[in-house]
C-alpha cells in the first residue's frame, strides 16, 4: 500500500475523509503509533460527534485515553447536559488526578 500525504491547499486541511455509514479516516499499525497528530497552535486532535462520544479510547493492557500538559489540563471535559468527564474501572481507579 502506498504512502499518503496531505498538503492544505487553503481549505483548511492536508488529508480529509468521510463515511455515510462507516470510518472517514482510520490509521492502524502492528508495531507503532496508529494516528499522530501534532500541532502547535491549536489542538492537536478535536473530535465532535452530535449524538456519541467526541473521543472514545480503549486498550486491552493500557490506558484507553491518555493526556499530558505541561502548562493546562491533561484531560478535560465539558457537558452542558450530563457528565463532563467520567470514569469506571473493575479493579484500579475509576479516575485519577
Same mark, same amino acid.
Given at each position: 500500500?502506498? @504512502?499518503?500525504? $496531505?498538503?492544505?491547499?487553503?481549505? $483548511? =486541511?492536508?488529508?480529509? $475523509?468521510?463515511?455515510? @455509514?462507516?470510518?472517514?479516516? #482510520?490509521?492502524?499499525?502492528?508495531?507503532?503509533?496508529?494516528?499522530?497528530?501534532?500541532?502547535?497552535?491549536?489542538? &492537536?486532535?478535536? #473530535? =465532535?460527534? /452530535? /449524538?456519541?462520544?467526541?473521543? %472514545?479510547?480503549?486498550? =486491552?493492557? %493500557?490506558? &484507553?485515553? /491518555?493526556? !499530558?500538559? %505541561?502548562?493546562?489540563? &491533561?484531560?478535560?471535559?465539558?457537558?452542558? %447536559?450530563?457528565? $463532563?468527564?467520567?470514569? !469506571?474501572?473493575?479493579?484500579?481507579?475509576?479516575?485519577? &488526578?
Amino acid at each position: 500500500m502506498g @504512502h499518503v500525504d $496531505g498538503d492544505d491547499d487553503g481549505i $483548511g =486541511y492536508g488529508v480529509g $475523509g468521510s463515511s455515510t @455509514h462507516g470510518i472517514g479516516v #482510520a490509521g492502524g499499525s502492528a508495531s507503532g503509533i496508529g494516528v499522530f497528530d501534532t500541532s502547535y497552535i491549536n489542538a &492537536g486532535v478535536y #473530535a =465532535y460527534s /452530535y /449524538y456519541d462520544f467526541g473521543v %472514545r479510547g480503549g486498550s =486491552y493492557s %493500557r490506558d &484507553g485515553v /491518555y493526556g !499530558e500538559s %505541561r502548562s493546562g489540563y &491533561g484531560v478535560y471535559g465539558e457537558s452542558d %447536559r450530563w457528565i $463532563g468527564v467520567y470514569g !469506571e474501572s473493575t479493579i484500579g481507579y475509576g479516575m485519577y &488526578g
